[in-house]
């Protein structure tokens, strides 16, 4: 069974920066996609950035600019990079895994607090 495994949340100050990472017990190389979403209290998930296998990406618009994501396949680790943070940005980070069949893996999630 693939498992995930996020790092990197903490604690920020507004504009700082953090960079997360999603590591993966199986090769990322047969995964569809790897995105990471979020979620605040009282909020549903959302999707924050995604990236297919072809390195195409999506970023959601409320992030667009600040957040960017990368994998690396040699290390079977998915990144999310995060700057310019805001109070509106902490939320549990949730990295996912979608394979071609389409069944999907979720990690157990990492805090990111927003405060000052």
């Known amino acids: 069974q693939v498992q995930l495994v996020e790092s990197g949340g903490g604690l920020v100050q507004p504009g700082g920066s953090l960079r997360l990472s999603c590591a993966v017990s199986?090769?990322?190389?047969?995964?569809?996609?790897m995105g990471w979403y979020r979620q605040a209290p009282g909020k549903q998930r959302e999707l924050a950035a995604r990236i297919t296998s072809g390195d195409s990406t999506n970023v959601a618009d409320s992030v667009k600019g600040r957040f960017s994501i990368s994998r690396d396949n040699a290390k079977n680790t998915a990144y999310l990079q995060m700057n310019s943070l805001k109070p509106e940005d902490s939320a549990v980070y949730y990295c996912?895994?979608?394979?071609?069949?389409?069944?999907?893996?979720w990690g157990q999630g990492t805090q990111v607090t927003v405060s000052s």
């Open positions: 996912r895994r979608v394979s071609y069949s389409g069944s999907e893996t």
């Open positions: 199986r090769s990322i190389r047969s995964a569809y996609a």
